[in-house]
């Protein structure tokens, strides 16, 4: 018959809903690291109600602020935790995916056991990276009008891969592998090693107070160089929480400006207490170093790091540089330029530009002993007490992997460097577009730099209109199979109904297009003729509406 040419919808398991009560565990693979999670499910009389808690981050539990379960399909979400889920039922387990901040994170819950927990991640050893697959990601990020940027991959010091992605969407952008981008705050790994090449030279001590060059700011005899470096000196943040007219974004405003304000602002702990990043330290810092060297910041990074390192296509806005990105957003469906700061407001803490192969450069040259001792680095980075901050370098954990390094944020431009001592690995990305989070994107990166298999974020597709929906709806029948299929609007949204099936929703795809994953299944409607062509399993059937 030919009916059997038509595979039923829904092909899965069936569980009744007394058996989704009671105790889910799984293990929510983060792209960074693997937390176990408890799914806790009731039901009343009316719906069902869960909570979600991860024990290795907290003994909190939190309620799930709708919980339903349909056609073998569980569903939650959690507003506070900006999460939701959608799993399938699979013979004895739920298959699906979490959805937290753009991310699409694989989880998969099983009934009342503890899920096996996954071996550690393995290092390259000399595994060759699978670049295409980096490719196809940025690919697929430039043509979502996602992100435009730059990616660039060290190995044993020297570049195996490089990739420039969505400038092209830029109608005014004329770029090569040289144009600069701003690299914000990871200017302040490189002014951190110039300050440590003074402490080795006996110039500087990690214990020098403040108050040695500083003395009338709040707090000076306490707070010392290392307090400064690691970010727990209790000083401020003299750039300001808000990008909106910030007072930074206009002409140059001169130090002593920006230092009266590090006054005003003081101290909000004592040193050592706690972390909290502070880009009034650094702007300190930084003149502290020109006050030793008795030379403007450019000249002495010149000297001191450019030179050394061969790094030819960086420099410090005192450079005067030409040639730079701009940073645009992605707004009213078209990229828009967005205003940046005035990078002499932050010399020595976010004024540098560079390219991404500068700064493998730069990472590569400093775990080499180009600019300091080998034990320097060492001290830089493996004090325990230092969680996220080393002496002005930041360790980035990834699974049971170290990587050290920096990441750089302006108003328009994100950019990170990070090198791997074990496999002699780094990476730089430098973004001057974002619409997905730079996070998430580095984290991809890094995944699949290592050979995990990353989910492509799913974007949202536009959404139609109530009427736009409403010319494909309405009872279809076929010729080439004796199985009536329904459309209609709910909630919004497009649905179908088979004769005697449970209704399932629609995804839009493209124009005229919509799909249902779960059976294979693709519809292109032909509204001016009231028909569509079904798609499932490389077979086709072609529907009209039926008439009255």
Same mark, same amino acid.
């Given at each position: 018959m030919k009916i059997k040419l038509f595979v039923v919808l829904v092909l899965l398991a069936h569980v009744c809903h007394a058996q989704i009560e009671g105790t889910w565990n799984g293990e929510l693979d983060t792209q960074t690291m693997k937390l176990p999670v408890i799914l806790k499910i009731k039901k009343d009389e009316k719906d069902f109600s869960s909570t979600l808690n991860s024990p290795k981050q907290s003994t909190k539990e939190f309620p799930a602020d709708k919980t339903e379960f349909s056609n073998n399909e569980l569903s939650f979400e959690i507003q506070k935790l900006g999460a939701s889920y959608k799993g399938i039922y699979k013979t004895d387990?739920?298959?699906?995916? =979490?959805? %937290?901040? *753009?991310?699409?994170? &694989?989880?998969?819950?099983?009934? +009342?056991?503890? /899920?096996?927990?996954?071996s550690d991640l393995s290092f390259l050893n000399g595994k060759a990276i699978d670049t295409k697959k980096i490719d196809n990601f940025l690919d697929h990020i430039a043509r979502n009008n996602q992100g435009i940027g730059s990616v660039s991959i060290f190995r044993n010091g020297s570049e195996v891969y490089r990739k420039d992605f969505g400038q092209h969407m830029l109608s005014n952008a004329a770029d090569d592998k040289n144009t600069l981008y701003q690299?914000?705050?990871?200017?302040?790994?490189?002014? @951190?090693?110039? =300050?440590? %090449? =003074?402490?080795?030279? +006996?110039?500087?001590?990690?214990?020098? %107070?403040?108050?040695?060059?500083?003395?009338?700011? /709040?707090? @000076?005899?306490?707070?010392?160089?290392?307090?400064? =470096?690691?970010?727990?000196? *209790?000083?401020?943040? #003299?750039?300001?929480?808000?990008?909106?007219?910030?007072?930074?974004?206009?002409?140059?405003? *001169?130090?002593? @400006?920006?230092?009266? @304000?590090? !006054? !005003?602002?003081?101290v909000s702990f004592q040193p050592g207490q706690k972390m909290q990043y502070s880009n009034s330290a650094y702007f300190l810092l930084s003149r502290i170093l020109e006050s030793i060297y008795q030379q403007p910041y450019h000249q002495i990074l010149r000297e001191k790091i450019l030179k050394k390192a061969g790094m030819n296509h960086t420099f410090s806005v005192l450079d005067h540089p030409e040639k730079i990105f701009k940073p645009y957003e992605y707004k009213d469906m078209a990229w828009t330029e967005v205003k940046d700061f005035n990078f002499q407001n932050c010399i020595g803490l976010g004024d540098i530009t560079s390219t991404p192969e500068d700064l493998n450069i730069f990472i590569n040259a400093l775990f080499a002993g180009k600019f300091i001792k080998n034990e320097t680095v060492d001290m830089m980075i493996s004090d325990k007490n230092e969680k996220l901050f080393g002496s002005g370098i930041i360790k980035m954990p990834f699974y049971n992997i170290t990587l050290y390094g920096h990441g750089g944020d302006t108003a328009g431009t994100h950019s990170t460097v990070s090198y791997e001592p074990a496999d002699q690995l780094s990476f730089a990305v430098t973004i001057n577009g974002e619409n997905y989070p730079h996070n998430s994107l580095f984290i991809a990166i890094l995944?699949?730099?290592? *050979?995990?298999?990353?989910? #492509? &974020?799913?974007?949202?597709?536009?959404?139609?209109?109530?009427?736009?929906l409403e010319k494909y709806t309405g009872d279809y029948i076929s010729k080439d199979i004796p199985l009536g299929l329904k459309i209609f609007v709910k909630n919004d949204k497009l649905f179908a109904q088979g004769t005697g099936q449970p209704e399932f929703e629609l995804t839009y795809a493209a124009k005229d297009r919509f799909t249902f994953d779960k059976a294979e299944l693709e519809i292109n409607f032909i509204p001016e003729k009231g028909q569509f062509q079904l798609l499932q399993r490389g077979k086709r059937y072609l529907f009209g509406k039926k008439q009255p």
């Amino acid at each position: 018959m030919k009916i059997k040419l038509f595979v039923v919808l829904v092909l899965l398991a069936h569980v009744c809903h007394a058996q989704i009560e009671g105790t889910w565990n799984g293990e929510l693979d983060t792209q960074t690291m693997k937390l176990p999670v408890i799914l806790k499910i009731k039901k009343d009389e009316k719906d069902f109600s869960s909570t979600l808690n991860s024990p290795k981050q907290s003994t909190k539990e939190f309620p799930a602020d709708k919980t339903e379960f349909s056609n073998n399909e569980l569903s939650f979400e959690i507003q506070k935790l900006g999460a939701s889920y959608k799993g399938i039922y699979k013979t004895d387990h739920f298959e699906g995916f =979490l959805l %937290q901040n *753009g991310r699409n994170l &694989p989880l998969n819950l099983f009934k +009342g056991t503890e /899920p096996k927990t996954s071996s550690d991640l393995s290092f390259l050893n000399g595994k060759a990276i699978d670049t295409k697959k980096i490719d196809n990601f940025l690919d697929h990020i430039a043509r979502n009008n996602q992100g435009i940027g730059s990616v660039s991959i060290f190995r044993n010091g020297s570049e195996v891969y490089r990739k420039d992605f969505g400038q092209h969407m830029l109608s005014n952008a004329a770029d090569d592998k040289n144009t600069l981008y701003q690299i914000g705050s990871i200017s302040k790994l490189m002014t @951190a090693v110039m =300050l440590h %090449q =003074l402490i080795e030279n +006996g110039k500087l001590s990690m214990n020098d %107070q403040l108050s040695k060059f500083y003395p009338d700011i /709040p707090n @000076a005899q306490n707070i010392t160089i290392k307090t400064m =470096l690691n970010h727990t000196s *209790g000083l401020g943040d #003299y750039v300001g929480k808000s990008i909106e007219n910030n007072w930074l974004f206009g002409k140059p405003v *001169g130090n002593d @400006a920006i230092i009266k @304000a590090i !006054k !005003k602002e003081g101290v909000s702990f004592q040193p050592g207490q706690k972390m909290q990043y502070s880009n009034s330290a650094y702007f300190l810092l930084s003149r502290i170093l020109e006050s030793i060297y008795q030379q403007p910041y450019h000249q002495i990074l010149r000297e001191k790091i450019l030179k050394k390192a061969g790094m030819n296509h960086t420099f410090s806005v005192l450079d005067h540089p030409e040639k730079i990105f701009k940073p645009y957003e992605y707004k009213d469906m078209a990229w828009t330029e967005v205003k940046d700061f005035n990078f002499q407001n932050c010399i020595g803490l976010g004024d540098i530009t560079s390219t991404p192969e500068d700064l493998n450069i730069f990472i590569n040259a400093l775990f080499a002993g180009k600019f300091i001792k080998n034990e320097t680095v060492d001290m830089m980075i493996s004090d325990k007490n230092e969680k996220l901050f080393g002496s002005g370098i930041i360790k980035m954990p990834f699974y049971n992997i170290t990587l050290y390094g920096h990441g750089g944020d302006t108003a328009g431009t994100h950019s990170t460097v990070s090198y791997e001592p074990a496999d002699q690995l780094s990476f730089a990305v430098t973004i001057n577009g974002e619409n997905y989070p730079h996070n998430s994107l580095f984290i991809a990166i890094l995944n699949l730099i290592y *050979g995990k298999d990353f989910p #492509y &974020p799913v974007f949202e597709n536009p959404k139609n209109s109530l009427s736009e929906l409403e010319k494909y709806t309405g009872d279809y029948i076929s010729k080439d199979i004796p199985l009536g299929l329904k459309i209609f609007v709910k909630n919004d949204k497009l649905f179908a109904q088979g004769t005697g099936q449970p209704e399932f929703e629609l995804t839009y795809a493209a124009k005229d297009r919509f799909t249902f994953d779960k059976a294979e299944l693709e519809i292109n409607f032909i509204p001016e003729k009231g028909q569509f062509q079904l798609l499932q399993r490389g077979k086709r059937y072609l529907f009209g509406k039926k008439q009255p």
